[in-house]
């Protein structure tokens, strides 16, 4: 099973969530392949990189990194087919987020992912 999170609210995942970090700023080998560059990160904050933009450049920097990583993205997969996977970064619930887009590439690659979405921060708060 795949879900997504914020680093910040990894704690609040169900007992035995395997938390892959995929941020640029704090990810390790192997889960790295998937963290977004620097620069499209500070473009992006800086109001130079749209979101369509990002998801462009992200997209591509996946198909990229799949051709030449195509095990750790196999790996990744079964992971979550066996067992709670969460991919997390830093961005708030709810906003636009390249784990998103991560998990919707992962869903493309195996269709028979299943993933569990995060609530949003309106959602959080009632719970």
Excluded at 41 to 62: C, D, F, R, W
Excluded at 95 to 105: D, G, P, S, T
Excluded at 106 to 124: D, N
Aim: aromatic share 10%; proline share 6%.
């Amino acid at each position: 099973m795949l879900l997504t999170v914020q680093m910040a609210k990894a704690k609040t995942l169900p007992a035995g969530t395997r938390i892959i970090d995929i941020t640029i700023k704090s990810s390790r080998p192997p889960w790295d392949i998937f963290a977004p560059t620097w620069n499209m990160v500070n473009a992006y904050k800086a109001g130079e990189l749209s979101e369509e933009g990002y998801t462009e450049q992200y997209i591509n920097l996946m198909r990229k990194r799949y051709k030449e990583n195509k095990n750790v993205f196999q790996q990744l997969i079964q992971m979550a087919m066996h067992e709670s996977v969460a991919l997390a970064c830093y961005c708030t619930p709810g906003e636009f987020c390249h784990r998103h887009i991560l998990k919707n590439i992962l869903q493309k690659i195996e269709p028979r992912l299943e993933y569990i979405e995060e609530p949003t921060v309106e959602q959080a708060v009632l719970f």
